[in-house]
């Protein structure tokens, strides 16, 4: 068995390590967060994915795994760094696959092997880290192996997943590949298919998410001519989804999470034909401003209302906020009326802000501090209206008739379609799904 060491212990990075662990490999898990190394050290799992809990602490416990404030040399060493998107540039930013290689390259020797896993743009393998990487002296297919092995796993279902997903590795050479398949063989369990060079394997990740992303602006574009001929778009894409060519999916509040609304940008980094692409990203992220629309229309305007949110997280049990549609509604909600500038007698100005929808925010599933998030009966004191912005299993199981004492008004915006909707309207709501 091999000496790996990770690094990066997130989402990806931790069930990784502990997965190569229990499958007999010496892993060294190596990040540069003291607070992530600390707790995990501590027995702590910083983030909520289920079964990871017990998956890591039985690699750290039969002594497979160490985690460490250190990069140690070992035969592979593997990237799981982020890769965060910046909004203005609409690019990735890879400065953390820059210092990752940076960090490697001392201790790199020849026969070792190393494998970005990170999701990042056409190119990034071959032009920017393979340049760093080669910085000690030894020349990347020659000396050392070198390949893009990029993660595919479902946040909810990422320790499945990891075993039973098809890989795709792509070497700057031949060896290279051959060397990454070797290491993944020991536990994946379905195909690992390989590819000409790191570049195609990278493509073929982004492409898998941006057809995901095409697919869902189209269900939500249904969704939207669907309400325009007053029929149900579930019932219409459960219908298409009957022909064996056909698989719409679901419409909803809009796309987030790190993945889905970011990948199409890194896909099309590095060339001018974004098109289509573009236009499906502008279909998902405006599907906020048409559930605003929809509550304007149905409370007769925004002035002075209130409007509880469920449902902060990107997408349904997970308690992750990246990107999160629940979340980009309240901030356009906010920014919905102009805020008046009142001037004051001293000369000064102040802003009025009374006739401004009021917001608040329930969410079981996230625990961040910034956000005050409310109770699910705090939030819907006075509320006008409920936005279900996120597909929680806790929100199916809610009493309308125990909310609808707390309520001024009686309208709920059901943007994933999981409420009970004859219940809703039996005990007196008006129920608009997307
Ligand atoms: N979370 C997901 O569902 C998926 C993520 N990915 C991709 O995997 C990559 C990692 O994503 P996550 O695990 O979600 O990120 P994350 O933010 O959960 O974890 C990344 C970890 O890397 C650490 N780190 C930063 N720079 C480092 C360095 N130079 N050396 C060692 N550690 C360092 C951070 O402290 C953090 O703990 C990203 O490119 C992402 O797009 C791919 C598929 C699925
Ligand atoms: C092609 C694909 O299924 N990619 C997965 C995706 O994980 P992620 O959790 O971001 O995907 P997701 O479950 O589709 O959710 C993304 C967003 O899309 C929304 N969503 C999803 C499906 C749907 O029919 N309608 C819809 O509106 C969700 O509510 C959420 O806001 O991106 C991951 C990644 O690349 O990080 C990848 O590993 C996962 O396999």
Known sequence: MSTLCIHGLGYIGLPTAAMFANYDHDVVGYDTS???????????????????????????????????????????????????????????????????????????????????????????????????????????????????????????????ELKQNARIIGGVNGVSTEAAVRLYESFVEAEIHTTANATTAEFVKLIQNTFRDANIAIANEIAKL???????????????????????????????????????????????????????????????????????EELGGLEDTKIAIFGVAYKGNVGDTRESPGLKLARELQAVSPQQ???????????????????????????????????????????DAIVIATDHDEFEEIDPLFISRFMNNNLVIDSKAILDEDRWNTEGFRVSRI
Not at 56 to 73: D, G, K, P
Not at 239 to 244: G, V
Request: aromatic share 4%; hydrophobic share 35%; charged share 25%.
């Open 34 to 160: 003291e607070e992530v190394v600390t707790r995990l050290s501590d027995g702590e799992v910083h983030f909520d994915e289920p079964g990871l809990r017990a998956f890591v602490t039985q690699a750290i416990e039969s002594e497979q795994l160490t985690i460490s404030n250190e990069v140690v040399e070992a035969k592979y060493h593997i990237i799981c760094v982020p890769t965060p998107f910046d909004r203005e540039t609409k690019e990735a930013g890879l400065e953390y696959v820059e210092s990752a290689g940076q960090a490697i390259e001392p201790h790199l020797r020849p026969g070792d092997t190393v494998i970005l896993e990170s999701t990042v743009p056409p190119g990034t393998t071959a032009d920017v880290l393979r340049p760093i990487l080669e910085e000690s002296g030894l020349d990347a297919g020659e000396d050392f192996a070198l390949a893009h092995c990029p993660e595919t796993v479902l946040p909810g279902d990422i320790i499945t």
């Open 226 to 296: 669907a309400h325009d001929y007053e029929i149900d778009s579930r019932e219409a894409i459960s219908l298409a989804n009957e022909h064996p060519r056909v698989n719409i999916h679901h419409p909803g509040p809009g796309v987030g999470g790190h993945c889905l609304p970011v990948d199409p940008w890194f896909l099309g980094q590095n060339s001018e034909e974004l098109d289509l692409i573009k236009h499906a990203r502008e279909v998902n992220d405006g599907m906020s401003g048409y559930i605003i629309d929809i509550l304007k």
């Open 341 to 383: 500038e009142i001037a004051m007698p001293d000369g000064g100005v102040e802003v009025d802000t009374s006739s401004s929808p009021s917001i608040t925010l329930h969410d079981p599933h996230v625990n961040d501090q910034t956000l005050q998030l409310l109770s699910r009966e705090e939030a819907v004191d006075g509320a």
